[in-house]
């Protein structure tokens, strides 16, 4: 199927329709879910980039514009860019009251034709985990490229690194254990990586590192663009004091790895779904109650009939 080969016809087909494509982006269902999720994405990335109203912002792979619609009032130019034209029209409706906003189609791991040093801000969340890895990198590149010297990514990763995150990463080999060896695999299925492959790549692609975090199932990294006249010492001392922020937190974690006891059937979905009636535990509580049960709709021949 043309779908599993190419990036833009996967993610085009995922986006058919506005409610698939909110489902595509982060497993949200509807508006209200994806504004409390892209709350909770936007705050980390407020505080990685440290974000500030005089801010021109780019996002790679910016889906419904879950984070972009967050984010565009805070700053003085948001310019969302993605390789489905789908996911663009519906992240342009939700965002038709900025006028503060761009977008871009793209067509390759390339962020043509935006101009060299044209961003002070850049960031990707849950993109590079759905593409191989030399894409990875040459959009590292081209993001080092589009923002000014001196300028910030951040972005994260599935960590393998992590109890948690191989356990995830475990889920998607056992896929393959049985799988059809004559076929390729779809093209952005879940891509995995570790604390060590993001230094590496974030250097070679003209970044100094200025904070990692690999506690929870992702990978997380600042890095600036080389060539500016800016104090790396300091920049990584406010990142640092930013960690709580900007951290996936250890109930994060936690529910998380709920899902997966769900999906390999070692705990039922109402066990979970009980762990997920205290919203005074923190935030993440209701988005993940609101994700599960969006998951257990989506497989009640197996689950039984969803709670609500
Ligand atoms: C899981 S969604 C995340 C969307 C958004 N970052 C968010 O967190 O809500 C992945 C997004 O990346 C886009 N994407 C996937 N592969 C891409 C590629 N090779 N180049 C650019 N965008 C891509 C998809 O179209 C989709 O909108």
Known sequence: MDSQKNYKNFWNEKA???DSAFIAVDGSTNEETARLTGHYSARQVVAALELKPTDRVLELGCGVGRIGREIAPLVAHWHGTDISAN????????????????????????????????????????VFIHMDK??????LEEIARVLKPGGLIYFDV????????WRRCALEINQHRIADHSRRKDVARNQFSSPEEVRIFLDHAG???????????????I?????????????????????ARIAYSPLWT???????????GRISPELMWQSLGDDSRGEEVPM?????????????????????
């Open 288 to 308: 993940f109650r609101e994700w599960f049960l969006g998951m257990w709709k989506g497989n009640e021949t197996a689950w039984g009939p969803a709670p609500r």
């Open 16 to 18: 058919a329709t506005p």
């Open 207 to 221: 970044f100094d590192l200025t904070l990692l975090l690999a506690e929870s199932p992702w990978v997380q990294a």
């Open 158 to 165: 599935w960590n393998m690194a992590s109890p948690v995150g």
């Open 87 to 126: 996911m663009i029209e519906v992240a342009r409706e939700r965002l038709r009251n900025h006028a503060n906003v761009g977008f871009t189609e793209l067509t390759r791991s390339s962020l043509q034709p935006l101009a060299d040093a044209s961003f002070d801000k850049a960031y990707c969340v849950a």
């Open 254 to 264: 936690e529910l998380f790895d709920g899902i997966l006891d769900v999906v390999i």
């Open 223 to 243: 890095g600036v663009r080389r060539g500016g006249h800016v104090d790396v010492e300091a920049l990584r001392r406010q990142a640092a004091e930013q960690t």
């Open 134 to 139: 030399e894409d990875f990198f040459l959009y």
